[in-house]
C-alpha cells in the first residue's frame, strides 16, 4: 500500500493558530503604533517623580524636577533653606541618576499639559515655585500620537504621584 503525501489535520491547525499568534503581535508593531512607548515613558516619568520626593525628604533638600516634552532632569539643591527665585534653585545634579535616564527617544511620545518646573521640598510636598504654596491635584498626561494614552497624577500637599 502505498502513502500519500500531504499534512495532516493537526499540522495543518497547528500552523495556523502559529500564523495567527504572529499575527496579533507582529502587525501592530510593523504598522508603528507602538502605545507600548506611552505606557514606558509614563512609568519612567512616574518613578522620576517618585524619586525626586523621596530625595527630598531623604536629603532634607529641595529637589527640581524639570519636564520637557521627551526628558525630565532631576537636580538638587546644596544650600539649606529655600531660595527666593526659580533661578539657581537646584544647582546640583542628583547623585545616582545617570543624565537621560528618564528620557524617551520615541518621537511620537511626549508630555502633555505638565508644569515645566517642580519643586520637591523636604517637608514632601510639591510646588510650582520653591517658596509658593503646594499644588493642588496636577495631572500630568503621556500623550501618543497626539492622543493621551496615560495620565499621572500629583498631589502636592503630600507628593503622592499615581
Not at 503604533?33 to 517618585?50: E, H, K, M, P, Y
Not at 527630598?56 to 529637589?63: E, F, G, P, Y
Not at 529655600?82 to 533661578?87: K, M, R, S, V
Request: proline share 4%; charged share 15%.
Amino acid at each position: 500500500m502505498r502513502r500519500q503525501a500531504g499534512f495532516t489535520m493537526v499540522e495543518l491547525i497547528t500552523v495556523m493558530i502559529l500564523i495567527g499568534v504572529l499575527a496579533a503581535i507582529g502587525i501592530p508593531r510593523l504598522m508603528g503604533d507602538n502605545v507600548i512607548a506611552a505606557t514606558v515613558f509614563g512609568d519612567q516619568v512616574a518613578s522620576a517623580l517618585r524619586h525626586a520626593q523621596k530625595s527630598a525628604v531623604a536629603h532634607r533638600r529641595l529637589v527640581c524636577a524639570s519636564l520637557g516634552e521627551r526628558t525630565v532632569n532631576l537636580s538638587i539643591r546644596t544650600a539649606t533653606g529655600l531660595p527666593a527665585a526659580n533661578a539657581g534653585a537646584c544647582d546640583a545634579a542628583l547623585q545616582g541618576i545617570e543624565a537621560g535616564a528618564y528620557d524617551s527617544s520615541d518621537g511620537k511620545v511626549q508630555l502633555a499639559n505638565a508644569p515645566l518646573l517642580l519643586f520637591f521640598r523636604p517637608d514632601g510636598t510639591v510646588a510650582a515655585s520653591p517658596a509658593g504654596a503646594p499644588l493642588g491635584r496636577t495631572a500630568i498626561g503621556i500623550q501618543f500620537g497626539g492622543t493621551v494614552q496615560r495620565t499621572i497624577e500629583l498631589e502636592g500637599s503630600t507628593g503622592y504621584v499615581e
